[in-house]
């Protein structure tokens, strides 16, 4: 005999999991300082390398000038000006990086508790029916 209720929560359960699929394992293995200093990581590398393209791409741009005027203290307040953007430009980007994922941490660990609510609910209800038909066996009351 089937179980409406078991059946519909069990079904639930799985529209849940599809539906949070990604959240329900990137930050149940991790404490809230890793998950985040993840981020910084790998926000680190990508502005790096994206301002070294566009460092790139200006000195591409500006060659002729480059080649046409090279003065040592020149270049070197140049390097030292890109130093300065360069720094403040990854202070920003990595306060909004740890801001980004503290969020999506939170978010994350509230859709775990209500996974694991979920499954508890469920176990809970197969619980019910085991301990049911036992005492119906013994001749007990449902």
Sequence with gaps: MLNEEKIRLMTDLAMFEKKNQCCLRDASGYFKSDYISRGLISGLIHYTLCFLMLLALWVLMNMDEFLSTMEFERL??????????????????????????????????????????????????????????????????I
Excluded: F
């Design 76 to 141: 070197a307040a140049l390097a030292l000006k890109g130093g300065w953007i360069y720094g403040a430009g990854l202070l920003a980007y990595l306060l909004l990086v740890v801001a980004v994922y503290s969020r999506r941490y939170e978010y994350e660990v509230k859709m775990n508790r209500i996974y694991i609510s979920k499954l508890k609910h469920l176990d809970k209800r197969y619980e019910y029916q085991s301990r049911s038909r036992e005492l119906a066996r013994e001749g007990g009351r």
